[in-house]
């Protein structure tokens, strides 16, 4: 896929096959004029492109799942609501402070997935100020119905409380009641380990290797 937004990550092709045509990727993207690389499984020997960084994977099924709002201890403070495109320009806000980057950017990126069929996006909200952020993504592929569930953010001050699992525990049984059988992430190491008492199980991650850094210009050599 290609956004059209000036960073590699947003700019990535799935690999599922060592015998890809190379040139004719290239040259997709190439026409795109974008920065972009690829996501290859581990175990894969992909030779385009420079390694830029394991991701972990982690995955959860429905009979797995063991957090419950309801009766688990969590901040009371806090609730989690489904967001709008009211709530894009806070939601941004959330996941600049979370991950980096620039509103403008973060809002070109965002604003057509908000409302957008397949997508959910969740808000945590404290005293009505917006304090964490994640959203899923459904597709029916190799995996069957499934959900991935990303951009899991919490604003400096609200790290260190248990907003991540409410909003994860939220969008995963929202996914599960809407027919999945699957949701997957892309946990660091310290979710990891919050992500395995929910019942997720570590599965083999991938390599992201990036192939073009800097947008191309026409006329200039590949």
Same mark, same amino acid.
């Given at each position: ?82 967001? &709008?495109?009211? *709530?894009? +320009? ?7 402070? %979370? @991950? ?5 950017? #973060? ?77 997957? &992430?892309?946990? *660091?190491? +310290? ?7 929910? %019942? @997720? ?5 991938? #390599? ?15």
């Amino acid at each position: 896929m290609a956004s059209g937004l000036p960073e590699a990550k947003w700019n990535n092709a799935d690999i599922v096959d060592a015998d890809v045509d190379r040139a004719a990727l290239v040259a997709w993207y190439a026409e795109r004029q974008v920065p972009w690389g690829v996501r290859v499984p581990l175990g894969i020997d992909f030779d385009l492109g420079q390694p830029l960084s394991v991701k972990r994977c982690a995955a959860l099924v429905p009979e797995a799942f063991e957090f419950d709002l309801e009766h688990e201890p969590r901040d009371r403070g806090v609730t989690i609501r489904r967001a &709008t495109r009211g *709530d894009l +320009a806070q939601y941004a806000a959330v996941e600049v402070a %979370g @991950f980096g980057g620039t509103e403008d950017v #973060e809002l070109r990126w965002l604003s057509p997935a908000l409302g957008a069929p397949g997508f959910a996006h969740w808000l945590a909200e404290r005293e009505g100020s917006a304090a964490g952020v994640a959203m899923t993504i459904q597709t029916d592929e190799r995996a069957g119905p499934a959900a991935y569930l990303g951009g899991v953010a919490v604003i400096p001050q609200e790290v260190g409380w248990d907003i991540e699992q409410q909003l994860v525990s939220v969008a995963a049984q929202d996914a599960f009641a809407s027919g999945v059988g699957l949701v997957h &992430t892309n946990p *660091d190491e +310290a979710a990891l380990v919050w992500l395995t008492a929910m %019942g @997720f199980v570590e599965v083999p991650g991938f #390599e992201v290797r990036l192939v073009v850094d800097v947008p191309r210009r026409t006329g200039q050599q590949q």
